[in-house]
């Protein structure tokens, strides 16, 4: 059976897309990446959640951007720490996505450079 990790019903959390098996919305979870919320954090917080789930949301939130557009940078990237690289391993190559899901390119360049 394949999982649908973001799932839509007019029923459900007032019809707001919303992370499967959870109370989650894709908003609330952007929210919290914006907030600084790293991947360990989201599944000490949320247990609930799976990597996948959280990987599945970014990207939906990237494919309807005209709904999430202030979660996005001017680069095109989503705000706030993505997954490591380490985090996305456990993830297919095509779900790794650089800037959405897994931190872009220049993150920890941008990270050390903001500490001094």
């Excluded at 007019?10 to 019809?15: N, Q």
């Excluded at 919305?25 to 789930?53: I, K, M």
């Excluded at 990987?55 to 939906?60: E, K, L, N, T, W």
């Excluded at 456990?90 to 790794?96: C, D, G, K, Q, T």
């Amino acid at each position: 059976m394949t999982i649908k990790w973001v799932k839509v019903d007019p029923l459900v959390m007032r019809g707001e897309p919303f992370l499967y098996g959870t109370r989650l919305t894709v908003r609330q979870l952007l929210e919290l990446r914006r907030d600084g919320h790293g991947l360990a954090q989201l599944l000490t917080e949320q247990p609930e959640l799976r990597v996948v789930g959280v990987a599945q949301a970014y990207r939906y939130a990237a494919d309807h951007r005209e709904s999430y557009r202030e979660f996005f940078g001017r680069a095109g990237a989503l705000v706030g720490p993505g997954l490591t690289d380490e985090e996305a391993a456990v993830l297919p190559e095509e779900m790794r996505v650089p800037g959405i899901v897994v931190r872009g390119p220049g993150a920890v360049a941008a990270k050390a450079a903001a500490r001094g």
